[in-house]
């Protein structure tokens, strides 16, 4: 029978085995860094996202008053009005749900003040606030701006004008 | 007798030299995907931001806003309409130009995409340092929606010859030097060489323009317009449109728009009836008059070519002209 015996097989694996537990360790190491790397990066992009997801709903509400479904065009007198009576009529078509990057509107009646809670096409105008848009109840933080209401008044026979307070919280592609 | 002190390439080796390549490549490997990954992050950040910075040109008063879009890198706009869904889809992406590997990246950034906004230009607009974005209102007759016209510092336009609205209009858009490469001459020998030359009374121009056809023609390819309703100003806000834009982008933003008035025409007439209930009346005349408006914009909408467009487009201007008329009638006006 035939044997085969190197002097240094013993040392030899003792090496190879040296060498990959340094590799592993090297690769483990890699690893970490990539991972931490990647994380930084990760919450960098999450936190570009989401600041230019509030600047886009802040330049909406900065500029929904010109937008031709809620402008005020009945009258002459008040081109930067939101219309009311135009807003009750968009909550209740469903396409104006998706026309806006928002997950949020609302607009609320500040002064004078109104009680009545949400309107509806029922109720109107004797409620203090319309929620045009509520895809999620995680809409997160929805800035604010004051506004100029305006609506038909049957009582005064003309339009009235009041103070009102519109809220929007940016579209989240995330969901 | 053989020499047996020759170099020992011994397994270690061996398996330092294999494992050590595997790691360089998966290093090499890594960092390429990251870098890809990083420019498509840029890419698409910046074709956001440009989103974002075209909201404010949203018109109030003003029937006519201008503003500079100012870009560290040179950078690519990608321009997309899809005319489906219920207001149409428009989609915009950036690719900046890069000075390690590629130029500019096959594939731009991650498509933006919006509802509410009427993007006029070519496919891509490329641009050095700065894109000029000029915001102009179209009513028929109530305001649709405000057209966002786009040209880069690459490109110089000079209208030569144009009506006096026109000319007048550009003097105003560029007084304060914030607008460029737009002007107005009275003869094509004015015009810089390189320069895209939009004709109102000759033919043969980069851009012939015919206010009596209401045409258009661009590399061979006619497209129509219709006047707008409102300010002097407003006027020409589609002509604007189809000079700069391609007639892709053109024609699917026009049927965008008719989607779009179709709703608001819609809202218009809800609201008629609701304020008739109220004692403020609008109805008869107004809701039916409506209808027919709605009925004619879903013609521009299935319109199958440029020519048939054009006859529907006018349609719906006979049609918005008489809503209008209508509505200056009465007491309780709607829009």
């Given at each position: 029978m035939t044997s085969y015996d190197a002097g240094f097989s013993k040392k030899a694996q003792l090496k190879i085995q040296q060498m990959a537990f340094v590799l592993v360790a090297l690769m483990i190491f890699f690893s970490l860094v990539a991972l931490v790397f990647l994380s930084i990066w990760l919450s960098d992009l999450k936190g570009n996202t989401q600041e230019l997801k509030d600047k886009e709903a802040l330049e909406i509400i900065r500029k929904i008053s010109g937008t031709p479904e809620f402008t005020f065009t009945s009258s002459s007198d008040c081109s930067s009005c939101i219309d009311l009576d135009k807003v009750i009529m968009a909550k209740s078509m469903d396409s104006y749900q998706n026309l806006f990057n928002l997950d949020y509107l609302l607009i609320e009646r500040v002064y004078p003040p109104a009680t009545g809670g949400e309107c509806t096409r029922s109720n109107y105008p004797n409620c203090n606030q319309i929620t045009i848009i509520k895809k999620t109840e995680d809409y997160g933080l929805a800035p604010g701006a004051f506004v100029t209401l305006a609506s038909w008044s049957s009582e005064k026979n003309s339009f009235k004008y009041e103070i009102g307070r519109i809220y929007a919280s940016g579209y989240n592609n995330e969901k | 007798m053989m020499n047996k002190k020759a170099y020992e390439f011994s397994f270690s080796w061996f398996f330092a030299i294999i494992a050590g390549a595997v790691i360089l490549f998966l290093a090499l490997y890594a960092t390429t995907k990251l870098v890809g990954t990083y420019r498509l992050q840029q890419d698409t950040l910046r074709g956001k931001e440009i989103e974002v910075l075209l909201s404010p040109l949203e018109t109030n008063l003003e029937g006519t806003r201008g503003v500079v879009i100012t870009v560290p890198q040179e950078t690519r706009i990608s321009n997309r309409c899809d005319e489906n869904s219920k207001f149409g889809s428009q989609y915009i992406s950036a690719s900046i130009k890069s000075s390690i590997g590629k130029e500019w990246e096959i594939s731009p950034g991650a498509e933006s995409s919006t509802h509410n906004k009427y993007l006029f230009s070519a496919k891509t607009t490329e641009g050095k340092k700065e894109f000029y974005a000029l915001s102009k209102q179209f009513g028929f007759p109530f305001k649709i929606a405000d057209l966002i016209i786009v040209w880069s510092d690459k490109e110089n336009y000079c209208f030569v010859s144009p009506p006096q609205e026109i000319e007048e209009d550009i003097k105003e858009i560029t007084q304060d030097n914030i607008i460029k490469n737009l002007i107005s001459v009275n003869s094509?020998?004015?015009?810089?060489?390189?320069?895209?030359?939009?004709?109102?009374?000759?033919?043969?121009?980069?851009?012939?323009?015919?206010?009596?056809?209401?045409?258009?023609?661009?590399?061979?390819?006619?497209?129509?317009?219709?006047?707008?309703?409102?300010?002097?100003?407003?006027?020409?806000?589609?002509?604007?449109?189809?000079?700069?834009?391609?007639?892709?982008?053109?024609?699917?933003?026009?049927?965008?728009?008719?989607?779009?008035?179709?709703?608001?025409?819609?809202?218009?007439?809800?609201?008629?009836?609701?304020?008739?209930?109220?004692?403020?009346?609008?109805?008869?005349?107004?809701?039916?008059?409506?209808?027919?408006?709605?009925?004619?914009?879903?013609?521009?909408?299935?319109?199958?070519?440029?020519l048939e467009l054009k006859t529907q487009l006018n349609a719906l201007g006979s049609s918005a002209d008489s809503l209008k008329n209508k509505n200056d009638q009465l007491r309780c006006r709607l829009f």
């Open positions: - | 094509e020998a004015e015009c810089s060489q390189d320069s895209i030359k939009v004709c109102f009374r000759e033919t043969g121009c980069s851009i012939d323009v015919s206010l009596g056809s209401k045409s258009v023609t661009k590399n061979g390819k006619t497209v129509y317009y219709a006047e707008s309703f409102g300010k002097e100003e407003e006027k020409y806000s589609l002509l604007y449109a189809s000079i700069f834009s391609e007639q892709e982008i053109y024609e699917c933003q026009i049927k965008r728009l008719a989607k779009r008035a179709s709703e608001i025409a819609s809202l218009n007439k809800e609201k008629s009836l609701y304020l008739t209930s109220k004692g403020c009346s609008s109805s008869p005349i107004l809701p039916s008059a409506l209808t027919e408006y709605i009925a004619k914009t879903q013609l521009v909408i299935s319109a199958k070519n440029s």
